[in-house]
């Protein structure tokens, strides 16, 4: 596959997936389950896309394949038109465990991918700073992570994938380990570290608020196993996406009202 895929937008196509079919084995009792079926979905070049559905609808099956983990059974997965054969540096991903090791300091644990890369010691720290710095964790380079909260740990490992400069970002309910209020600020503190940085993102969560409030497009998917029912636009300014005012805001209110009735299976309304 050849030259530039472009969506139906017109933006450049980042993440292709055309009817995949993504599949677990169990050998042992001889059993095939299928989590993800006749998916495709485009993910836009600097999008922030949010991927939300019931429990065991293929969400994190889909993300895993997209980071090279899990082969498809048929279908293709594509990054910048090249086929995706396996994980690789042009990909970043953060899960629900931070993963930090706990016998480096924070500063270590951002620029490990870089110390992986070969890149000396001085220019790798002046990176993780720089990271550490658009999460508003300067101050705690040099503390290990034990001394840090849930949500911080979280956000050194966000700062730590940011470093190694994935081409997309993805993100598996980074959040959902988190008490309520952190989880919050981190929603606000990832939009404004992509709005600095614009990596593509492709995000997974259970939470409907959480993928209104991130997205700029939400994708559904229906009951396991996994196809993709239908795309939600969130045109709202990046600028009104602060907890403290968007539950007032009546394009928010019924944008999560239609997500959820499409998650739930209800007709959505019409949002006005």
Not at 87 to 94: L, T
């Amino acid at each position: 596959m050849t030259g530039v895929l472009v969506a139906a937008s017109g933006d450049a196509v980042r993440i292709g997936i055309v009817d995949l079919r993504l599949e677990y084995v169990n050998e042992d009792r001889g059993e095939r389950h299928v989590a993800v079926d006749a998916l495709t979905l485009d993910v836009r070049s600097h999008e922030f896309l949010c991927v939300v559905g019931p429990s065991g609808c293929g969400k994190s099956t889909l993300l895993a394949a997209i980071a090279g983990f899990i082969k498809p059974r048929a279908g293709s997965l594509t990054l910048d038109g090249r086929p995706i054969t396996g994980p690789g540096a042009d990909r970043g991903v953060v899960f629900q465990e931070y993963a930090l090791l706990p016998w480096m300091k924070v500063i270590d644990n951002v620029a490990l991918g870089l110390k992986f890369k070969g890149i000396a010691k001085t220019e790798r720290h002046a990176t993780a700073m720089r990271f550490l710095a658009m999460a508003g964790l300067a101050d705690v380079a040099h503390k290990y992570p034990h001394e840090l909260s849930g949500g911080m740990k979280q956000r050194v490992a966000v700062a730590r994938t940011l470093a190694n400069g994935p081409e997309v970002m993805l993100m598996d309910e980074p959040f959902a380990a988190v008490d309520a209020q952190s989880r919050l600020t981190l929603q606000e503190e990832l939009v404004r570290l992509w709005m600095g940085n614009r990596v593509t993102v492709l995000f997974v969560t259970h939470s409907v608020d959480e993928a209104v409030f991130l997205a700029d497009r939400v994708a559904v998917l229906t009951p396991g196993p996994g196809r993709l029912k239908a795309i939600v636009d969130v045109p709202i300014a990046r600028e009104q996406r602060h907890w403290s005012t968007i539950n007032a805001n009546p394009e928010f209110i019924a944008l999560r009202e239609q997500v959820m009735a499409l998650v739930r299976g209800v007709e959505a309304a019409e949002v006005v």
